[in-house]
């Protein structure tokens, strides 16, 4: 079984595809929990590592040490910007959680933290905006006057975020095994078919 990654756009649904994936597997899940795993772990503020999960900052720490660096004695590299520690905690807690087997995590990066673990399935879930703009203001309940600023700025987070941590471009289909459009089709399918096409990648 694989270890399924979701990176997603804003309001396309990714965390609930993700939540429902993850039952109908039944396997463990993985989202905005990391933050809380990662405060517990770190013996810091969960509410701080709230505002600091999925952006970054402007140190060029990371293109140095992602992959080698490993998070041991506690006080190790407290000097670092907040949302550095935070990024790697939650890639030590996403390699452990993948070391022990299938799993879907959604976002953090996760595809590329666990790019040289076997049976990875790499998913990117994406729609118009007008109809993540729609999502954001029925299912989060995002202000509708708001909503369509919100959604572009979420957006271009996520994609610094991965850019600034990852030698990948957030988006770039090449990136991924399979990009859905959920715009196009029901929580329901996607579900299916991200179940099929992982079962079907050798």
Avoid at 141 to 147: F, H
Wanted: contains cysteine.
């Amino acid at each position: 079984m694989s270890i399924i990654t979701i990176a997603r756009q804003y309001g396309s649904g990714g965390r609930q595809i993700g939540q429902d994936l993850a039952q109908k597997l039944n396997v463990p899940f993985y989202d905005k929990q990391l933050v809380a795993i990662a405060a517990k772990k770190s013996g810091m503020s969960e509410e701080l590592f709230q505002k600091a999960d999925e952006r970054h900052t402007s140190s060029l720490l990371y293109s140095l040490v992602m992959g080698n660096y490993t998070f041991g004695v506690p006080g190790t590299a407290a000097n670092l910007p907040l949302n550095d520690q935070l990024f790697l905690l939650q890639t030590q807690i996403i390699r452990e959680a993948a070391k022990k087997g299938a799993c879907v995590v959604v976002g953090r990066c996760a595809d590329y933290i666990l790019r040289e673990f076997p049976h990875i399935f790499r998913v990117y879930l994406y729609a118009d905006k007008d109809c993540r703009t729609r999502h954001a203001i029925d299912e989060y309940g995002i202000n509708e006057k708001k909503a369509a600023d919100i959604v572009a700025k979420i957006d271009k987070q996520r994609a610094a975020y991965c850019n600034f941590y990852t030698s990948t471009k957030w988006g770039d289909p090449v990136n991924y095994d399979l990009c859905l459009n959920t715009g196009s089709i029901s929580a329901e399918s996607a579900v299916q078919l991200i179940m099929d096409a992982s079962q079907m990648k050798p």
